[in-house]
């Protein structure tokens, strides 16, 4: 058994990080609900977004469709990678990391995939394979539209300039606090859903259906990398309370069998000093 020092030393760790988790679980809470927010308010003009480009895409002949549209065989796949810039929440970040070797090793294999990492854990993760074009963890520093749109616009410029044939997206979706689902989205190219002609409705277009598309796609595919660097940034602060929660419980039942072990250990000791003396009072008098 570990002498009394010990065990005090290690109670007193333990208690310190209790303390840190604990603290960092109010932290990730605060943060959460900020976040939740902001991805619950952005999800229904997305998504509505999303299919009126769909919808109007469908109705366009093939000739004049979009160069977002544009259908080419696929030779080089470029993967955004959506992590966080720092850990201590589960498996948050390996769970991308695990998606993205997937998809490279089995979907693409035969392909030329390249990763543009948004988050400092996919940099770490696949700069060592060579596979990164670009590190863009900087943009949660100050998660705005406008910073995302930057990267959505060097994602579209290479696209249209045939540097990759096809783009995903794979990020964390949230879902709520203890449940985060891998998405993997096609963003280039536009996929049009198949038109209905029953659905169809006499429109009048003011300018031409082509031009509103044009002017439109840009922004929805703005708005859906951001929607899902938000989404994953929700995830995140979800994923590292729940993480929290668990450590804090982990070492609130660690220091509790500490103290019980320090107890007795500190009552054998004392029972030992006891018949010590005891020993020694019998043998003066004997």
């Not at 080419?72 to 993967?79: A, D, F, G, M, P």
């Not at 103290?259 to 250990?265: D, E, G, I, M, Q």
Request: a negative charge; aromatic letters at 6%.
């Amino acid at each position: 058994m570990a002498n009394l020092k010990e065990i005090r030393n290690r109670i007193s760790s333990v208690s310190s990080t209790m303390q840190i988790t604990s603290a960092m679980k109010m932290v990730s809470a605060a943060k959460l609900k900020k976040a939740q927010d902001a991805i619950t308010a952005m999800r229904p003009y997305s998504n509505k977004l999303t299919e009126l480009l769909q919808n109007l895409s469908a109705t366009l002949d093939v000739d004049s469709g979009s160069k977002f549209a544009n259908q080419r065989e696929i030779n080089n796949v470029l993967i955004v990678a959506i992590t966080s810039n720092r850990g201590l929440c589960g498996a948050f970040n390996s769970n991308i990391i695990k998606e993205v070797n997937t998809l490279m090793g089995d979907t693409y294999a035969d392909k030329n995939v390249s990763v543009l990492a948004i988050g400092k854990k996919a940099n770490d993760a696949f700069s060592k394979t060579g596979n990164v074009i670009a590190n863009k963890s900087e943009v949660f520093d100050d998660l705005t539209f406008d910073n995302v749109a930057e990267i959505a616009e060097m994602i579209m410029d290479k696209f249209i300039h045939a540097e990759f044939d096809k783009v995903e997206l794979v990020y964390n979706s949230f879902k709520n606090a203890a449940t985060q689902v891998i998405m993997t989205e096609q963003f280039l190219p536009i996929v049009p859903v198949e038109s209905d002609a029953s659905n169809n409705s006499d429109y009048i277009f003011e300018p031409s259906k082509q031009e509103i598309v044009e002017t439109l796609i840009p922004k929805s595919l703005k708005t859906q990398l951001f929607k899902g660097i938000r989404d994953s940034f929700a995830s995140e602060h979800g994923a590292r309370m729940t993480a929290m929660h668990k450590a804090t419980d982990n070492a609130t039942e660690l220091r509790d069998q500490l103290k019980l072990t320090y107890n007795k250990a500190r009552q054998a000791a004392i029972t030992n000093e006891i018949l010590e003396i005891v020993g020694g009072a019998e043998a003066l008098n004997n």
